[in-house]
């Protein structure tokens, strides 16, 4: 790499001052009679040049070694991945390889630059929020439809997800969603002498008519803002976890 270069017009060469080309890319030079080479401090030759008309040539540089880069600095990974437009791993890694670039840290960390220009909308931050006592908030959801139906003939289920203790309560879904919300709400409260102050879900068509319900109980209805699955992330990852259960169960009976 060349530093702090001068423009002299009526020069018939391009001149190198040896000192500072060694200084400033940690390489030192080896003249021979008919040659010279150019290497780094651990001996790999970087360079080999020609002897031409009382001069030692840098010409044909391209001829003599595979492309390469020349620096003085050893940058990081993340500095390489930023310099080559937020390449991915692979090309950094090919680009590093191939052009023999010096690499202070090989570790690629995460870069939330890329993820941020990569993701289809704005991330949401996680919640550290959680329920001192049970039944504080209670989420509920819906799954389905299933593509075949239960042994009670049902193609949905209902699930509750306690916010403090993380219990779920699962009912095959036959009746509404409301009344089968009045024999959890009977049963959870008698067990745990303790009434639901808080219910979490979204404004999906099956809940819509428990508003009214709701308010004439005295629990308030934590709503989730349309098109925001991650405010009910909570249940849905349980959603997830129950569906894949059931999938692992089937596979190990060999059942279709």
Same mark, same amino acid.
């Given at each position: 790499?060349?530093?702090?270069?001068?423009?002299?017009?009526?020069?018939?060469?391009?001149?190198?001052?040896?000192?500072?080309?060694?200084?400033? #890319?940690?390489?030192?030079?080896?003249?021979?009679?008919?040659?010279?080479?150019?290497?780094?401090?651990?001996?790999?030759?970087?360079?080999?040049?020609?002897?031409?008309?009382?001069?030692?040539?840098?010409? #044909?540089?391209? *001829?003599?070694?595979?492309?390469?880069?020349?620096?003085?600095?050893?940058?990081?990974?993340?500095?390489?991945?930023?310099?080559?437009?937020?390449?991915?791993?692979?090309?950094?890694?090919?680009?590093?390889?191939?052009?023999?670039?010096?690499?202070?840290?090989?570790?690629?960390?995460?870069?939330?630059?890329?993820?941020?220009?990569?993701?289809?909308?704005?991330?949401?931050?996680?919640?550290?929020?959680?329920?001192?006592?049970?039944?504080?908030?209670?989420?509920? *959801?819906?799954?389905?439809?299933?593509?075949?139906?239960?042994?009670?003939?049902?193609?949905?289920?209902?699930?509750?997800? *306690?916010?403090?203790?993380?219990?779920?309560?699962?009912?095959?879904?036959?009746?509404?969603?409301?009344?089968?919300?009045?024999?959890?709400?009977t049963s959870v409260e008698r067990q745990f002498n303790?009434?639901?102050?808080?219910?979490?879900? *979204?404004? @999906?068509?099956?809940?819509?008519?428990?508003?009214?319900?709701?308010?004439?109980? @005295?629990?308030?209805?934590?709503?989730?803002?349309?098109?925001?699955?991650?405010?009910?992330?909570?249940?849905?990852?349980?959603?997830?976890?129950?569906?894949?259960? @059931?999938?692992?169960?089937?596979?190990?009976?060999?059942?279709?």
């Amino acid at each position: 790499m060349l530093k702090q270069l001068l423009l002299v017009p009526e020069i018939q060469k391009n001149l190198i001052f040896v000192q500072q080309f060694c200084s400033d #890319n940690l390489v030192f030079f080896e003249f021979h009679d008919r040659f010279f080479l150019i290497k780094d401090y651990l001996g790999k030759i970087l360079h080999r040049g020609t002897f031409k008309d009382g001069l030692y040539s840098f010409s #044909n540089l391209s *001829d003599t070694l595979p492309p390469h880069a020349l620096t003085a600095v050893r940058a990081s990974y993340q500095i390489w991945h930023n310099r080559l437009g937020y390449a991915s791993f692979p090309v950094l890694q090919k680009s590093i390889s191939t052009f023999t670039l010096l690499v202070a840290n090989k570790r690629l960390p995460v870069c939330s630059d890329c993820q941020l220009a990569r993701s289809s909308q704005l991330s949401f931050k996680t919640s550290n929020h959680k329920s001192i006592n049970p039944l504080d908030i209670v989420h509920t *959801d819906v799954w389905g439809p299933a593509p075949i139906l239960s042994t009670s003939g049902a193609r949905y289920y209902l699930c509750f997800l *306690d916010d403090c203790t993380k219990f779920i309560w699962l009912f095959p879904l036959i009746l509404n969603v409301e009344k089968v919300f009045l024999l959890f709400k009977t049963s959870v409260e008698r067990q745990f002498n303790r009434t639901i102050k808080n219910i979490q879900f *979204d404004w @999906g068509g099956e809940y819509r008519r428990m508003s009214t319900l709701l308010t004439q109980i @005295g629990i308030h209805h934590r709503r989730a803002c349309p098109y925001t699955y991650q405010q009910m992330g909570a249940v849905e990852r349980r959603h997830k976890q129950i569906v894949e259960v @059931g999938l692992s169960l089937l596979s190990h009976s060999k059942l279709p």
